[in-house]
DNA sequence: AATCCGTACAACCGCCTGGTT
DNA sequence: TAACCAGGCGGTTGTACGGAT
C-alpha cells in the first residue's frame, strides 16, 4: 500500500525556488561556505537535493553574477565565440564576465540563434545557409578549432576557480573568518599548452611512433568533426598553429588566476615534448621549464614545422600551411579576442 | 474575457570526468 | 583495477508572462 508517511516526507521538493529557501541557502553559504553539496541541503534545511542547491547557487544567488540585459558587445563576443567553440557554454561563460553558462546558452537558443537564421547564416556552421558546408577551407579551419578549443577548454578551467576563489573573498568581507589556502599555481603541473598537447598525445599514443593512431584515432576528444588529414599532420599543423600564434602575435600562454606566463621557446618546447614517441614517459612530469631533448627518438620541432619529417608520410607542411593564409587574419582576430583581458572587440 | 501563441529563463535530467577508496 | 562519489556540462523541459486574435 505504497510507502508510509515519514518517507513521503523525505521527497525532495522540485521546481521554482522560493525566497525563503534562497534565503535559507544563501545564508548557509554565507556562513559555511557550500562544502559537501549533497550534505549541505540537510545541513541548511532544504528539502533539495544538492545538485539543486548547486545549480541555484551557480546560476542565480552567487554574489558576482551579472543579470539582465545582454549588451551588443556580449552579443557579439557571444556569436564570435560561439563559431570559435560550438556550444561549449562553460568556456564561452569563462570569457564573458559574471555571466553564467546558463544564461548564455539561454539567450544563444532563444534570441541569437534565431536571429542568425533569420539573416540566412546557419547558427551551427556560422556560414550562409547556400554555400557549401564542406569545403576544403572550411576543413582547415576546423583542424585549427580542434586546438585552439582545447587550449580554451583549459584556460576556461584556470578562471573557474579564479572565480571560486574570488567569491570566497567577496563572502569572506561579509563573514569574515579563516580562509582557505588558494590552490597551487596549477600551470606548474599542467600548464594549458600541455593540456593540449595531452589531448593529441593520448590520440597517437597507441600507435609504435606516437604520431601515427588508426584512422579512426585522429580527432580530439571533443571533436564531432571529420578529418581529411592524417595524425601526423594533425599534430604538425597543431604544432605549427602554436609557433604561430606565439611568434607572430608575441602570443604568450598566461595563467590568469597567478599571471604566469610562458614565452614562445617554453611552448615550443611543450609541444616537441608532445611529439615524443609514446613509450618515452621519461617527461611525463610536466614542470617548467621542459628539459631539452637529447634522444634522438624524439621529433624536433623544428623538423615538423619545415616538412622535413614528410617520408613518414605527411604532405609538405609549409605548402600545406599556404592555404590557410586567408584563414589566418581571421583566426588571429579570434585568437586575440579570446586572449585579451578587456575583451575590447573591433566593431563588426 | 478567453484563448492561443511565442518568448524568456529557471530548473531539471542524464551523461561524463576526475578523484578517492 | 573496479566501484563509488562529487561535481561539471550541455540538452531539454516546465512555467510564467505578454501580446495578438
Same mark, same amino acid.
Given at each position: 500500500m505504497g510507502r508510509p508517511n515519514s518517507h513521503a516526507k523525505e521527497e525532495l521538493k522540485k521546481g521554482p525556488w522560493t525566497r525563503e529557501e534562497d534565503q535559507k541557502l544563501l545564508a548557509y553559504i554565507e556562513e559555511h561556505g557550500h562544502g559537501s553539496w549533497r550534505s549541505l541541503p540537510a545541513k541548511a534545511g532544504l528539502q533539495r537535493c544538492g545538485k539543486s542547491c548547486r545549480l541555484r547557487w551557480t546560476n542565480y544567488l552567487r554574489p558576482d553574477i551579472k543579470r539582465g540585459k545582454f549588451s551588443p558587445h556580449e552579443e557579439k563576443t557571444i556569436i564570435r565565440l560561439?563559431?570559435?567553440?560550438?556550444?561549449?557554454?562553460?568556456?564561452?561563460?569563462?570569457?564573458?564576465?559574471?555571466?553564467?553558462?546558463?544564461?548564455?546558452?539561454?539567450?544563444?537558443?532563444?534570441?541569437?540563434?534565431?536571429?542568425?537564421?533569420?539573416?540566412?547564416?546557419?547558427?551551427?556552421?556560422?556560414?550562409?545557409?547556400?554555400?557549401?558546408?564542406?569545403?576544403?577551407?572550411?576543413?582547415?579551419?576546423?583542424?585549427?578549432?580542434?586546438?585552439?578549443?582545447?587550449?580554451?577548454?583549459?584556460?576556461?578551467?584556470?578562471?573557474?576557480?579564479?572565480k571560486l576563489q574570488s567569491n570566497l573573498r567577496l563572502l569572506h568581507r561579509f563573514n569574515p573568518r579563516p580562509l582557505p589556502p588558494p590552490p597551487p599555481p596549477r600551470y606548474l603541473a599542467a600548464p594549458p599548452c600541455l593540456d593540449v598537447l595531452k589531448v593529441w598525445q593520448q590520440t597517437s599514443g597507441s600507435s609504435p611512433n606516437g604520431l601515427f593512431g588508426s584512422p579512426g584515432s585522429l580527432e580530439?576528444?571533443?571533436?564531432?568533426?571529420? #578529418?581529411? %588529414?592524417?595524425?601526423?599532420?594533425?599534430?604538425?599543423?597543431?604544432?605549427?598553429?602554436?609557433?604561430?600564434?606565439?611568434?607572430?602575435?608575441?602570443?604568450?600562454? %598566461?595563467?590568469?588566476?597567478?599571471?604566469?606566463?610562458?614565452?614562445?621557446?617554453?611552448?615550443?618546447?611543450?609541444?616537441?615534448?608532445?611529439?615524443?614517441?609514446?613509450?618515452?614517459?621519461?617527461?611525463?612530469?610536466?614542470?617548467?621549464? %621542459?628539459?631539452?631533448?637529447?634522444?634522438?627518438?624524439?621529433?624536433? #620541432?623544428?623538423?615538423?614545422?619545415s616538412g622535413s619529417l614528410n617520408d613518414l608520410g605527411g604532405p609538405g607542411l609549409f605548402g600545406m600551411v599556404e592555404e590557410f593564409e586567408d584563414s589566418r587574419s581571421y583566426w588571429n582576430e579570434l585568437l586575440n579576442m579570446v586572449s585579451s583581458p578587456a575583451m575590447e572587440l573591433p566593431r563588426l
Open positions: 560561439h563559431a570559435l567553440l560550438g556550444n561549449r557554454w562553460s568556456a564561452i561563460a569563462a570569457h564573458l564576465s559574471k555571466r553564467t553558462d546558463n544564461e548564455i546558452k539561454n539567450y544563444w537558443n532563444t534570441r541569437l540563434k534565431k536571429r542568425l537564421a533569420r539573416m540566412g547564416i546557419d547558427p551551427t556552421t556560422h556560414k550562409p545557409k547556400n554555400n557549401p558546408a564542406q569545403s576544403r577551407h572550411a576543413a582547415n579551419l576546423s583542424h585549427m578549432a580542434q586546438w585552439e578549443t582545447a587550449r580554451l577548454e583549459a584556460e576556461a578551467r584556470l578562471v573557474r576557480e579564479s580530439s576528444p571533443t571533436s564531432t568533426l571529420n #578529418f581529411s %588529414c592524417n595524425n601526423y599532420t594533425m599534430s604538425a599543423v597543431n604544432s605549427l598553429m602554436a609557433n604561430d600564434v606565439v611568434s607572430t602575435n608575441n602570443y604568450s600562454t %598566461c595563467d590568469p588566476t597567478y599571471g604566469t606566463a610562458y614565452n614562445a621557446s617554453e611552448v615550443k618546447g611543450k609541444i616537441e615534448n608532445s611529439l615524443r614517441p609514446a613509450h618515452d614517459d621519461s617527461h611525463e612530469d610536466s614542470s617548467l621549464p %621542459c628539459p631539452p631533448h637529447q634522444d634522438s627518438s624524439i621529433y624536433r #620541432f623544428d623538423d615538423v614545422a
